[in-house]
């Protein structure tokens, strides 16, 4: 029950907190290494991206909150390349969308990161389909109880005694 309930809190916050994700250009510094860079993309939610020309990359910018865009053009291996206003913090509202979408599970960094919500979505699941295979093994047993019931099988069945059996060991010194 706590994970249907969980599963339908997670589809509705996505339904309703979606929203298309804005494009910004990043310039990445020479010597930035591929795992460096990697990790930055994945932390600060820098998806999709699209190479432009040299080390200028465009991407879907999934946690537009200003505290996570300072702490991106803060970091010594990036350079704003477009789209970021570098006083505010913020994505101008005029910026063409990327090709996909945001929601409010992207404005958590350490749910994006360690891939939070996709492991809870599917634990739930497993226990979802944990719960329907015990009910219907459970459903498929009553059926089968009721079919050797109607087809005259014979279960031994114990009696109950006609009168109440006394102790006797206790009574035997």
């Given at each position: 029950?706590?994970?249907?309930?969980?599963?339908?809190?997670?589809?509705?916050?996505?339904?309703?907190?979606?929203e298309p994700a804005p494009l910004?250009?990043?310039?990445?510094?020479?010597?930035t290494t591929f795992d460096r860079r990697v990790e930055i993309e994945r932390w600060f939610g820098l998806v999709r991206g699209r190479e432009l020309e040299g080390?200028?990359?465009?991407?879907?910018?999934?946690?537009?909150?200003?505290a996570n865009?300072?702490?991106?053009l803060e970091q010594p291996e990036v350079e704003p390349a477009g789209h970021i206003d570098e006083?505010?913090?913020?994505?101008?509202?005029?910026?063409?969308?990327g090709s996909g979408g945001m929601w409010i599970g992207d404005r958590l960094p350490e749910a994006r990161a360690y891939r939070v919500v996709?492991?809870?979505?599917?634990v739930c699941g497993l226990v979802i389909a944990y719960a329907v295979v015990k009910?219907?093994?459970?459903?498929?047993?009553?059926?089968?109880?009721?079919?050797?019931?109607?087809?005259?099988?014979r279960r031994p069945r114990f009696r109950r005694?006609?009168?109440?059996?006394?102790?006797?060991?206790?009574?035997?010194p």
């Open positions: 029950m706590v994970a249907a309930v969980l599963l339908t809190l997670i589809g509705g916050a996505y339904y309703f907190t979606w910004v250009a990043i310039r990445w510094r020479d010597g080390r200028t990359v465009t991407y879907d910018l999934v946690d537009t909150r200003p865009i300072q702490e991106l006083t505010t913090y913020a994505v101008p509202a005029d910026v063409p969308y996709p492991v809870v979505v599917a009910g219907i093994a459970a459903r498929r047993k009553r059926a089968l109880r009721l079919l050797a019931f109607l087809l005259g099988s005694a006609d009168r109440r059996m006394v102790d006797r060991s206790k009574s035997q």
